[in-house]
């Protein structure tokens, strides 16, 4: 009789690995017909642009014949610099010409085999510029680490940069005294494989990640569809995974030999990143050494995170009397 009941239990055990597989098998079909659907439905709403061996996509709006361009670039990480920017490139661009780029491995810009350095990036940048006669002179935009190509671009080519705004943004001494700590391979091999699988967008669906869903709520419903289309699609990708992995090399080779003369610098800084992040105060005091007109202003209620969406309104203010100021010269 105990053999008859172990052998019952055994057998039910194994339907039920046999169903929790099924259930999974499902679950990553389902998300790669998704995926394949998502690529087609969604195509790039501006120009890709060959750089070297790859295709790199940036959107512009606005007045072509309006000055400054204001050009605006994204943190590590994130999915697409075009949905990041999409509401304050919108609002900006009815006052001058914008144009939002994205680098290799972010929303449709290809995969680069160029090395990720802060270097790469800005001769990338350059001539993604040149290419798709995007007029100087220029005001800069960027979030998080995007800082660190505008700041080494402006310190290249000062004669095209007339003004920047850092929007919670890094900095080499950020870099170099407080890294951020790398994911481990397998941390990085299994959140690639429970993306593949489909669990990532399952966990979503649910709005299971706090972070996530502040992120998506701010955003329109056509935005936030393709923002979550890319992040399924780019998600640690190796074109991330080598910035993160070389901005350390770049923060070297720029700590001490960034200058910026009298660019008019704005650094716009989360409350909470001034409180919580190690050594966020000391680097955005370092960034405010780099040019003689800079000034920092701290936004209230906001976090490194959703800074762009939950202050969009402010980031505009500045963004738009930077312009008046700039035209008033």
């Not at 700590?181 to 990532?200: C, E």
């Amino acid at each position: 009789m105990n053999g008859i009941v172990i052998n019952r239990r055994s057998k039910k055990l194994n339907y039920i690995i046999i169903a929790i597989i099924i259930v999974f098998l499902v679950i990553a079909t389902i998300n790669q017909i998704l995926m394949k659907i998502e690529e087609n439905k969604f195509d790039p709403p501006g120009e890709l642009i060959e750089i070297d061996d790859h295709l790199m996509h940036i959107h512009s709006s606005g007045d072509i014949n309006q000055s400054p361009t204001v050009v605006m670039t994204c943190g590590s990480g994130t999915p697409s610099a075009y949905t990041e920017f999409s509401s304050i490139q919108a609002n900006i661009s009815t006052l001058t010409r914008t144009s939002v780029y994205e680098r290799p491995g972010y929303g449709w810009s290809e995969a680069a085999t160029t090395p990720r350095n802060t270097e790469q990036i800005v001769e990338d940048l350059k001539r993604l510029l040149d290419e798709s006669e995007e007029n100087s002179p220029y005001l800069f935009v960027a979030h998080s680490m995007g800082a660190m190509e505008v700041l080494l671009y402006a310190h290249k080519y000062p004669n095209e940069v007339l003004g920047i705004v850092l929007v919670d943004g890094t900095s080499p001494y950020k870099h170099l005294y407080y890294p951020e700590a790398s994911i481990s391979n397998f941390g990085v091999k299994a959140i690639k494989v429970l993306n593949q699988m489909g669990i990532l967008r399952v966990v979503q669906e649910f709005e299971l990640i706090p972070m996530l869903n502040n992120r998506f709520n701010s955003m329109e419903d056509e935005i936030k569809a393709i923002d979550k289309a890319m992040m399924y699609k780019n998600i640690l990708n190796d074109m991330v995974l080598q910035e993160g992995y070389s901005v350390t090399s770049s923060a070297e080779q720029m700590y001490g030999t960034i200058e910026l003369g009298d660019i008019p610098l704005v650094l716009l800084a989360a409350d909470k990143s001034m409180d919580e992040l190690p050594g966020w105060e000391t680097s955005q005091n370092s960034l405010l050494e780099l040019s003689s007109n800079s000034q920092l202003v701290i936004l209230d209620n906001t976090d490194h995170i959703s800074i762009l969406h939950n202050s969009s309104d402010e980031i505009e203010k500045v963004i738009k009397e930077m312009i008046l100021e700039i035209r008033s010269r």
